[in-house]
C-alpha cells in the first residue's frame, strides 16, 4: 500500500488565488485599451477612404464626384439605382469620413459617431455588396461593439462626464 500523499491544499489554494488576480488584472488593462483599440480599428478604413476624397482644404476631389455620379451604384432586391444628389452624396461622404473617425479616434460623440459608420457600412454594402465577409461585417461587428462598451475610460467623452459630475458637484 502506498502511504497517502500530504497534499498542502494551502498551496493550491494560493496559486488559485494568484492566477485569478492575475487574470483580474489582465480584465482591468484590457478594460483601457480594448475601447481604444476598437475606436482605431474602426476608424482607420473610413478615414483613409476619406483622405482621397479631398483635393485640399475644403476642396473636394473631382473622383470623388465622379464615383458617386458614375460608378457608384445601389443594389437593391436584384436592381441597380443610382445614387440620388450624388454630388452632395459624395460632399457629405468625403465630410463623415474624416470628421467620424477623428471624432471616434479622441472619443468624442462616441456612440454616435460609432452609429453613424455603422449606417453608411450599410449603405456601402447596398453599393458593394461582395465585400461583406471581408469588410462590411468587421466593421458592423467594431461599431457594434463600440456603441455596445463605451467610448472607455481613455477617452474625452470620459473626461467632459468627469468634469460635468465636477461641475454639477459645485466643484468645478
Known sequence: ????????????????????????????????????????????????????????????APTASY?????????????????????????????????????LIVGLATRLSALALLVMT???QLVVPEGWANFHLPWAALAIAIVAVGPGPASLDRLLDGLAGLASDGNA
Do not use: C
Open 67 to 103: 464615383l458617386f455620379e458614375d460608378e457608384f451604384k445601389l443594389h437593391i432586391f436584384g436592381q441597380l439605382y443610382d445614387m440620388p444628389a450624388p454630388d452632395l452624396m459624395a460632399l457629405l461622404d468625403g465630410i463623415a469620413e474624416i470628421v467620424l473617425p477623428i471624432l
Open 1 to 60: 500500500m502506498l502511504p497517502a500523499r500530504n497534499a498542502n491544499p494551502g498551496l493550491l489554494d494560493g496559486l488559485i488565488a494568484a492566477v485569478r488576480a492575475g487574470l483580474s488584472g489582465l480584465a482591468g488593462i484590457a478594460a483601457l485599451v480594448a475601447p481604444i483599440a476598437l475606436r482605431i480599428a474602426l476608424a482607420m478604413p473610413f478615414l483613409m477612404s476619406g483622405m482621397t476624397k479631398w483635393d485640399g482644404f475644403l476642396q473636394l
Open 122 to 124: 450599410g449603405v456601402i
